[in-house]
Protein backbone atom coordinates (compact mmCIF):
# COMPACT_ATOMS: atom_id res chain seq x y z
CA UNK A 1 0.00 0.00 0.00
CA UNK A 2 1.39 3.86 -0.76
CA UNK A 3 1.39 6.47 1.55
CA UNK A 4 1.80 9.76 0.48
CA UNK A 5 2.21 12.59 3.09
CA UNK A 6 0.61 15.96 2.79
CA UNK A 7 1.70 18.86 5.21
CA UNK A 8 -0.81 21.76 6.02
CA UNK A 9 1.43 24.51 5.49
CA UNK A 10 1.01 27.84 7.21
CA UNK A 11 -1.89 27.00 8.79
CA UNK A 12 -3.40 30.44 8.48
CA UNK A 13 -2.84 30.35 4.37
CA UNK A 14 -4.85 28.25 1.86
CA UNK A 15 -3.09 24.84 2.84
CA UNK A 16 -6.03 23.40 4.92
CA UNK A 17 -8.67 24.43 2.69
CA UNK A 18 -6.59 22.89 -0.05
CA UNK A 19 -5.89 19.64 1.51
CA UNK A 20 -9.94 19.27 2.22
CA UNK A 21 -10.50 20.08 -1.16
CA UNK A 22 -8.12 17.50 -2.51
CA UNK A 23 -9.58 15.14 -0.39
CA UNK A 24 -11.99 14.56 -2.93
CA UNK A 25 -10.04 13.13 -5.50
CA UNK A 26 -8.15 11.13 -3.17
CA UNK A 27 -7.24 7.36 -4.70
CA UNK A 28 -9.06 4.83 -2.46
CA UNK A 29 -6.43 1.95 -3.09
CA UNK A 30 -3.92 4.73 -1.08
CA UNK A 31 -2.69 5.84 2.42
CA UNK A 32 -2.79 9.78 3.06
CA UNK A 33 -1.51 11.20 6.02
CA UNK A 34 -1.88 14.69 6.85
CA UNK A 35 0.63 15.78 9.19
CA UNK A 36 -1.27 19.02 10.59
CA UNK A 37 -3.52 20.32 13.42
CA UNK A 38 -6.57 18.34 14.19
CA UNK A 39 -8.33 21.53 15.25
CA UNK A 40 -7.20 23.16 12.06
CA UNK A 41 -8.42 20.88 10.05
CA UNK A 42 -11.96 20.73 12.04
CA UNK A 43 -12.34 24.57 12.11
CA UNK A 44 -11.65 24.74 8.20
CA UNK A 45 -14.50 22.04 7.76
CA UNK A 46 -16.79 23.86 10.06
CA UNK A 47 -16.48 27.36 8.92
CA UNK A 48 -16.69 26.49 5.13
CA UNK A 49 -18.92 23.73 4.99
CA UNK A 50 -16.68 20.68 4.13
CA UNK A 51 -16.41 17.07 5.44
CA UNK A 52 -13.07 14.95 5.74
CA UNK A 53 -12.97 12.33 8.00
CA UNK A 54 -9.69 11.19 9.05
CA UNK A 55 -8.13 8.88 11.63
CA UNK A 56 -5.34 10.25 14.61
CA UNK A 57 -2.45 8.55 14.78
CA UNK A 58 0.92 9.08 16.80
CA UNK A 59 2.74 6.95 14.33
CA UNK A 60 3.00 5.65 11.20
CA UNK A 61 2.76 1.74 11.80
CA UNK A 62 -0.81 2.72 12.33
CA UNK A 63 -1.24 3.31 9.01
CA UNK A 64 -2.25 0.04 7.80
CA UNK A 65 -4.92 0.25 5.46
CA UNK A 66 -6.02 2.59 3.08
CA UNK A 67 -7.93 6.02 4.25
CA UNK A 68 -7.07 9.45 5.56
CA UNK A 69 -5.02 9.37 8.50
CA UNK A 70 -3.74 13.05 10.88
CA UNK A 71 -0.38 13.23 12.15
CA UNK A 72 -1.07 16.16 14.75
CA UNK A 73 1.30 17.70 17.13
CA UNK A 74 -0.79 20.18 18.80
CA UNK A 75 1.15 22.97 18.66
CA UNK A 76 -1.35 26.13 18.58
CA UNK A 77 -3.09 26.88 21.37
CA UNK A 78 -6.02 28.10 19.20
CA UNK A 79 -7.80 26.66 15.92
CA UNK A 80 -7.64 29.69 14.10
CA UNK A 81 -4.29 31.36 13.84
CA UNK A 82 -3.74 34.24 12.14
CA UNK A 83 0.03 35.30 9.85
CA UNK A 84 2.25 35.07 12.86
CA UNK A 85 5.13 33.17 14.69
CA UNK A 86 2.63 30.62 15.84
CA UNK A 87 1.58 29.81 12.47
CA UNK A 88 5.16 30.17 10.97
CA UNK A 89 6.01 27.73 13.94
CA UNK A 90 3.03 25.40 12.86
CA UNK A 91 4.60 25.28 9.20
CA UNK A 92 7.72 24.33 9.97
CA UNK A 93 6.87 21.67 12.63
CA UNK A 94 4.99 19.88 10.83
CA UNK A 95 7.37 19.63 7.42
CA UNK A 96 10.19 18.78 9.67
CA UNK A 97 8.03 15.67 11.10
CA UNK A 98 7.02 14.90 7.52
CA UNK A 99 10.40 14.83 6.35
CA UNK A 100 11.55 12.51 9.11
CA UNK A 101 8.82 9.83 7.75
CA UNK A 102 10.17 10.42 4.16
CA UNK A 103 13.54 9.60 4.98
CA UNK A 104 12.97 6.63 6.62
CA UNK A 105 10.60 5.56 4.08
CA UNK A 106 7.34 5.42 6.23
CA UNK A 107 5.55 7.40 3.51
CA UNK A 108 6.19 7.04 -0.20
CA UNK A 109 5.70 10.59 -1.81
CA UNK A 110 5.43 14.21 0.01
CA UNK A 111 3.45 17.14 -1.09
CA UNK A 112 3.91 19.96 0.42
CA UNK A 113 1.59 23.06 1.15
CA UNK A 114 2.96 26.92 0.56
CA UNK A 115 4.60 28.37 3.97
CA UNK A 116 4.98 31.78 4.66
CA UNK A 117 9.18 32.64 4.81
CA UNK A 118 8.67 35.57 7.23
CA UNK A 119 7.00 33.94 9.42
CA UNK A 120 8.44 30.86 9.48
CA UNK A 121 11.88 32.28 9.98
CA UNK A 122 10.44 34.50 13.22
CA UNK A 123 10.10 30.73 14.39
CA UNK A 124 13.65 29.89 13.72
CA UNK A 125 13.74 28.62 10.06
CA UNK A 126 17.17 29.58 8.68
CA UNK A 127 16.60 28.12 5.02
CA UNK A 128 16.13 30.13 1.73
CA UNK A 129 12.97 27.69 1.29
CA UNK A 130 11.56 24.52 1.82
CA UNK A 131 13.54 23.45 -1.38
CA UNK A 132 16.51 23.92 0.57
CA UNK A 133 15.53 22.62 4.10
CA UNK A 134 14.41 18.67 2.18
CA UNK A 135 18.02 18.73 0.63
CA UNK A 136 19.70 19.44 3.77
CA UNK A 137 17.58 17.11 5.81
CA UNK A 138 18.42 14.44 3.14
CA UNK A 139 21.88 15.32 3.52
CA UNK A 140 21.83 15.67 -0.61
CA UNK A 141 24.47 18.06 -2.24
CA UNK A 142 23.17 18.28 -5.56
CA UNK A 143 19.01 19.48 -6.12
CA UNK A 144 17.33 21.50 -7.77
CA UNK A 145 14.08 23.21 -8.08
CA UNK A 146 11.67 22.19 -11.14
CA UNK A 147 8.83 23.93 -12.18
CA UNK A 148 6.78 21.84 -13.99
CA UNK A 149 3.72 21.54 -16.32
CA UNK A 150 2.79 19.38 -19.43
CA UNK A 151 3.11 22.90 -21.13
CA UNK A 152 6.69 23.95 -19.54
CA UNK A 153 9.40 22.93 -17.44
CA UNK A 154 11.71 25.34 -15.66
CA UNK A 155 14.79 24.91 -13.52
CA UNK A 156 15.89 28.01 -11.67
CA UNK A 157 19.92 27.53 -11.45
CA UNK A 158 19.91 29.93 -8.24
CA UNK A 159 16.53 30.18 -5.92
CA UNK A 160 15.64 32.94 -3.49
CA UNK A 161 18.91 35.00 -3.49
CA UNK A 162 19.37 39.04 -3.75
CA UNK A 163 19.75 39.22 -7.91
CA UNK A 164 22.63 41.13 -7.30
CA UNK A 165 24.58 37.74 -5.95
CA UNK A 166 23.05 35.89 -8.98
CA UNK A 167 26.11 37.11 -11.28
CA UNK A 168 28.54 35.32 -8.45
CA UNK A 169 27.09 32.60 -8.58
CA UNK A 170 26.71 31.76 -12.12
CA UNK A 171 30.42 29.48 -13.02
CA UNK A 172 31.05 27.06 -15.25
CA UNK A 173 31.46 23.78 -12.68
CA UNK A 174 28.25 24.52 -10.92
CA UNK A 175 26.52 24.76 -14.46
CA UNK A 176 27.80 21.72 -15.52
CA UNK A 177 26.88 20.00 -11.95
CA UNK A 178 23.02 21.24 -12.40
CA UNK A 179 22.30 20.19 -16.10
CA UNK A 180 24.02 16.86 -15.31
CA UNK A 181 21.69 16.43 -12.60
CA UNK A 182 18.39 17.59 -14.51
CA UNK A 183 19.47 15.07 -16.90
CA UNK A 184 20.00 12.47 -14.76
CA UNK A 185 16.55 13.07 -12.50
CA UNK A 186 14.51 13.39 -15.82
CA UNK A 187 15.72 9.79 -17.04
CA UNK A 188 14.65 8.58 -13.56
CA UNK A 189 11.56 9.85 -13.41
CA UNK A 190 10.46 10.31 -16.53
CA UNK A 191 12.21 8.14 -18.17
CA UNK A 192 13.82 10.01 -21.00
CA UNK A 193 16.63 12.26 -22.15
CA UNK A 194 15.53 15.86 -22.04
CA UNK A 195 16.94 17.83 -24.37
CA UNK A 196 17.77 21.23 -22.21
CA UNK A 197 17.45 25.25 -23.16
CA UNK A 198 20.28 26.74 -21.25
CA UNK A 199 19.35 30.73 -20.68
CA UNK A 200 22.12 33.35 -20.80
CA UNK A 201 22.25 35.44 -18.12
CA UNK A 202 22.25 38.94 -19.69
CA UNK A 203 20.55 40.47 -22.12
CA UNK A 204 20.55 38.76 -25.65
CA UNK A 205 22.61 36.15 -24.01
CA UNK A 206 25.12 38.89 -23.30
CA UNK A 207 25.84 39.30 -27.29
CA UNK A 208 29.00 37.65 -27.78
CA UNK A 209 30.34 39.44 -24.96
CA UNK A 210 29.91 42.67 -25.47
CA UNK A 211 26.89 42.93 -22.21
CA UNK A 212 28.50 41.51 -19.47
CA UNK A 213 31.19 38.70 -19.51
CA UNK A 214 29.18 35.37 -17.64
CA UNK A 215 27.81 34.27 -21.12
CA UNK A 216 30.89 33.65 -23.14
CA UNK A 217 33.01 32.43 -19.93
CA UNK A 218 30.74 30.85 -17.85
CA UNK A 219 28.04 29.19 -19.22
CA UNK A 220 29.24 29.07 -23.04
CA UNK A 221 31.93 26.81 -21.97
CA UNK A 222 29.54 24.15 -19.64
CA UNK A 223 27.21 23.77 -22.62
CA UNK A 224 29.75 22.92 -24.99
CA UNK A 225 31.94 20.64 -22.45
CA UNK A 226 28.12 18.44 -22.18
CA UNK A 227 27.73 18.66 -25.83
CA UNK A 228 31.05 17.11 -26.45
CA UNK A 229 29.63 14.18 -24.11
CA UNK A 230 26.43 13.81 -26.14
CA UNK A 231 23.87 15.79 -24.05
CA UNK A 232 21.28 17.31 -25.50
CA UNK A 233 21.77 20.82 -24.48
CA UNK A 234 21.85 24.09 -26.34
CA UNK A 235 23.06 27.90 -24.88
CA UNK A 236 23.18 30.20 -23.72
CA UNK A 237 20.00 31.01 -25.21
CA UNK A 238 18.72 35.23 -25.94
CA UNK A 239 16.27 35.24 -22.10
CA UNK A 240 13.55 37.28 -24.08
CA UNK A 241 12.84 34.61 -26.46
CA UNK A 242 13.82 31.32 -25.45
CA UNK A 243 10.77 30.35 -24.32
CA UNK A 244 9.15 30.83 -27.90
CA UNK A 245 11.41 28.42 -29.25
CA UNK A 246 10.07 24.06 -29.86
CA UNK A 247 12.01 21.42 -28.86
CA UNK A 248 13.41 21.74 -25.36
CA UNK A 249 12.01 19.88 -22.65
CA UNK A 250 13.29 22.01 -19.98
CA UNK A 251 14.53 25.03 -19.69
CA UNK A 252 17.59 25.84 -17.12
CA UNK A 253 17.09 29.62 -16.10
CA UNK A 254 20.10 31.67 -14.35
CA UNK A 255 17.77 33.04 -11.26
CA UNK A 256 14.17 32.42 -10.34
CA UNK A 257 12.36 35.15 -11.97
CA UNK A 258 13.60 34.85 -14.91
CA UNK A 259 12.16 31.42 -15.13
CA UNK A 260 9.11 32.15 -12.54
CA UNK A 261 7.82 34.90 -14.13
CA UNK A 262 6.92 33.44 -18.31
CA UNK A 263 6.64 29.76 -16.22
CA UNK A 264 3.41 31.11 -13.77
CA UNK A 265 2.14 33.58 -17.10
CA UNK A 266 1.80 30.39 -18.70
CA UNK A 267 1.02 27.29 -16.58
CA UNK A 268 -0.01 29.46 -13.06
CA UNK A 269 -3.01 26.96 -12.63
CA UNK A 270 -1.60 23.68 -13.24
CA UNK A 271 2.35 24.26 -12.49
CA UNK A 272 3.75 22.24 -9.74
CA UNK A 273 7.05 22.50 -7.81
CA UNK A 274 9.08 19.69 -7.73
CA UNK A 275 12.42 18.90 -6.03
CA UNK A 276 15.20 16.85 -7.82
CA UNK A 277 17.77 14.95 -5.98
CA UNK A 278 15.91 14.05 -2.98
CA UNK A 279 15.72 10.04 -2.13
CA UNK A 280 11.69 10.19 -2.02
CA UNK A 281 9.17 12.29 -4.41
CA UNK A 282 8.35 15.89 -3.47
CA UNK A 283 5.71 18.17 -5.04
CA UNK A 284 3.52 21.46 -4.10
CA UNK A 285 1.66 23.72 -5.75
CA UNK A 286 3.22 26.39 -7.28
CA UNK A 287 1.60 29.36 -5.43
CA UNK A 288 1.81 31.07 -2.15
CA UNK A 289 0.00 30.78 1.34
CA UNK A 290 -2.79 33.48 -0.51
CA UNK A 291 -3.48 34.97 2.64
CA UNK A 292 -6.20 37.52 1.28
CA UNK A 293 -8.18 34.44 0.05
CA UNK A 294 -7.60 31.54 3.22
CA UNK A 295 -10.49 30.17 4.63
CA UNK A 296 -13.22 31.85 2.54
CA UNK A 297 -13.95 28.70 0.39
CA UNK A 298 -12.91 30.26 -3.20
CA UNK A 299 -8.85 29.01 -3.02
CA UNK A 300 -8.51 26.61 -6.40
CA UNK A 301 -7.27 23.72 -6.06
CA UNK A 302 -6.09 22.81 -9.64
CA UNK A 303 -2.08 23.46 -8.88
CA UNK A 304 -2.46 21.24 -5.40
CA UNK A 305 -4.51 18.77 -7.45
CA UNK A 306 -2.06 18.57 -10.56
CA UNK A 307 0.75 18.41 -7.77
CA UNK A 308 -0.52 15.54 -6.08
CA UNK A 309 -1.57 13.75 -8.96
CA UNK A 310 2.54 13.68 -10.44
CA UNK A 311 3.14 12.71 -7.28
CA UNK A 312 1.22 10.03 -6.86
CA UNK A 313 1.80 9.00 -10.80
CA UNK A 314 6.27 9.11 -9.86
CA UNK A 315 5.39 6.92 -6.77
CA UNK A 316 3.41 4.50 -8.67
CA UNK A 317 6.20 4.08 -11.27
CA UNK A 318 9.30 4.21 -9.00
CA UNK A 319 7.95 1.90 -6.00
CA UNK A 320 5.86 -0.61 -7.06
Request: with cysteine; aromatic share 8%; proline share 6%.
Amino acid sequence: MLKIGITIGDPAGVGPELIIKLSRHFDPNKAYVIYGEKKVMEAVQRELGLEMDMRDIYTLDEVTEPGIYIADLNISETDRPLPSITSGKVAVAYLGRAVVDAVYKNIHGLLTMPINKFWAMLAGFSYEGQTEFLAQACNVKEYAMLMYSERLRVVPFTTHIPLKEVPARVKQESIVKKLKLIIREFKRLFDYEPSVGVLGLNPHAGDRGAIGEEDMKEILPAVELLKSEGYKVEGPLSPDSAFLKDGYHVFLAMYHDQGLIPFKLLSFEEGVNMTLGLPFIRTSPDHGVAYDIAWKGIASESSALNALKLCESLVERLCQ
